[in-house]
Each structure stands twice: as C-alpha cells, then as structure tokens.
C-alpha cells in the first residue's frame, strides 16, 4: 500500500510543479523517505534527478508558450547549480554520521537532514500562504548580494534536494521583473538545471537505483504535463494558498516525527 501512495505521490509532485512552477518538488523527499522507505541522504539525491528530469520536461512545454526568459534563466541558475553540485559533491558526503551529543541523545546526519528539510518546507509554505502583495522595492538590488544569496539557496537545495521553486520565483518576480507566468516557467527552467547538475555531484558516492529513479521520474512527468494543462483552469494564488496549508502541516509531522517518536 505504502509503494502505491508513493507512485501516487509522484504524481502529485509533477502536477503542483507544473500548476505552480515550485512547491512540488517539497513532497519528492517525504514521499522517498516515509512511504517508500529510502535513505534520507539517498532521497536527496534521487529528489534531485526525479526534479530535475520532470522540470526538464516541464520547461520544453513552457517554452513553446513563451514562458520561459533563457538569458535571465541563465543568469539565476549559474551561481546556485555551482553551490549545488559542491554542496553534493563535496559537503554531503563529508558530513559525519553523528554531528554532536547531547547527554544520550545524539544528532545524526540522517535526523539533521530531515529537520533541515523540515524547516525548508516551513519557510515554502509561509512563503505561499502569505499575501504577496507587498510593494516592490524601488531600489536596484545589488549584483553582488543577489550572486550570495543565489549561491546560498544552491546550498540549501543541495542539502536536502528540493528544487528551491518558492526561493527562486520571488526572486525573479523581485528582481528580474519577470510576470507571474514567465516567472512559474523560468523557475522550472531553473530547476531543471540545478537539480539535473547537482545530482552529477552524486554520481560515485551513492549506489543509484536507475530502474526505480527512471519509473518514479516517468509518473511524475506526467503529472507536470497534466499541471501545466490545468494551469489554465485554475486559481494560481488559490491553489498555491492551499498547497501551502497542506506543506506546513507536512512540515510539522515531519518535525514531530524526527524529534518526538
């Protein structure tokens, strides 16, 4: 039952991706964790390929409608798919199994990477259930900090294998003044190749299950084409609203599984 709801799941992840442009890759590493029962460092990697394969798809279509800004793309996606690949590359498996102890209890590398995940889910969903209809910054923002800052969320990405869509649509709505719409496809494209890159990084330290990871990936594929169908249908804000809800209460049964049972 639990292999069904995961495939189910995969399907649901391309869908929200393809409705929204991010949010849907959250659920990839819950759904390989808890209902198909893989390794917490694994499903990271595996998030990244399932992600990254189903924005690849995602992105074709969207530029076909002319929703996809390359040049800008390009420039977002540079800074964050090098922390990527790094992050993959070099920090995750260098991370020790046990960071540090607390009297008997110990914090591991597997626990600090799911209530980092955790956390990163939180921010995505306060960040779809807020109004964000604030006023847009009449100040230029500064090259150098926007380079950091997009390092930065590669940095996260890398860590707990999301595709980062909540982190990198408000930055091209912000500050590369793209629509909502080129903004939900940018992203996408974006996603694709950080995710796509980043799991290069995991090529040679992980035993990778390319007949799952290929299957799961199919499922999810048609999930994103099924989203962006749907997209013209319905109520983006609404929709995002309510993902958000379900991604905060995911967040905190995540924490309270990690830290109280």
Do not use: C
Request: proline share 4%; glycine share 10%; aromatic share 12%.
């Amino acid at each position: 039952m639990e292999v069904f709801f995961g495939y189910l799941g995969a399907l649901a992840i391309g869908l929200v991706l393809g409705l929204t442009g991010g949010g849907g890759s959250i659920l990839t590493v819950p759904v390989l964790v808890y209902l198909l029962g893989i390794h917490p460092v694994t499903a990271t990697a595996y998030s990244l390929f399932i992600v990254g394969t189903t924005s690849a798809f995602g992105t074709v279509q969207n530029y076909r409608k002319g929703f996809v800004e390359v040049k800008t793309g390009l420039k977002f996606a540079l800074p964050s798919l090098t922390a990527i690949y790094l992050t993959r590359k070099f920090i995750v498996p260098n991370i020790p199994e046990v960071l540090f102890s607390i009297g008997e209890i110990s914090i591991t590398k597997n626990l600090f990477i799911m209530i980092l995940f955790a956390i990163i889910m939180l921010m995505a969903a306060l960040s779809m259930i807020r109004n964000n209809k604030s006023e847009k910054s009449t100040v230029p923002p500064n090259p150098i900090i926007t380079v950091v800052q997009i390092f930065m969320v590669g940095v996260l990405i890398g860590l707990v294998g999301a595709g980062g869509g909540f982190l990198i649509i408000p930055a091209l709505v912000y500050l590369a003044k793209l629509p909502m719409k080129k903004a939900v496809g940018t992203s996408i494209f974006i996603i694709a190749i950080n995710s796509l890159i980043g799991f290069t990084g995991d090529i040679g330290n992980i035993d990778i299950d390319w007949s799952f990871l290929f299957i799961f990936s199919f499922i999810s594929i048609l999930g994103i084409f099924a989203g962006i169908y749907l997209n013209k249908f319905i109520n983006e804000k609404n929709l995002k609203k309510g993902f958000g809800w379900f991604v905060l209460t995911m967040s905190i049964l995540i924490l309270a599984k990690e830290l109280l049972l």
